[in-house]
């Protein structure tokens, strides 16, 4: 009996699996700026999974990553400026923030945004994680 052997792409979340592999630094080069890493099924099948990073595709994460930081701050600021000339409720600036988060959801982890209520008017102010 012949053994079939398959190539297929794997969710980002299947990724997580192999968590311990990607960050080990046995990777081998086939070219500049692709690296593979072959090894076995986390769960102990019989599978062989063949686990590749390229810098230009690290490099397009993140150019992309920044960008949507930067949307998020860039909005924040014009809710903010947008509380000092009107008197928006808190919900609505909530509202507002989390529709800012949802569309820019891949750097939203990075902010801890407060949206208070002083004086019968809504607040924002946020901090953000740069350590990542």
């Not at 989390?98 to 208070?116: C, H, T, Y």
Request: net charge positive; glycine share 6%; charged share 40%.
């Amino acid at each position: 009996m012949q053994k079939s052997t398959y190539i297929i792409g794997a969710s980002k979340g299947t990724l997580k699996q192999f968590e311990r592999e990607l960050l080990e630094e046995n990777w081998r080069t086939i070219r500049d700026g692709l690296e593979v890493k072959i090894c076995q099924s986390p769960g102990g099948g019989k599978e062989t999974y063949i686990l590749c990073r390229s810098r230009d595709r690290r490099e397009k994460e993140k150019a992309m990553h920044d960008r949507f930081e930067q949307r998020i701050d860039e909005a924040l600021k014009k809710v903010e400026a947008s509380c000092r000339k009107r008197k928006w409720t808190k919900e609505t600036i909530d509202r507002r923030v989390g529709k800012i988060m949802a569309k820019n959801s891949r750097a939203a982890g990075l902010f801890e945004v407060e949206v208070k209520e002083i004086d019968g008017r809504a607040a924002v102010s946020w901090t953000k994680n740069t350590s990542n």
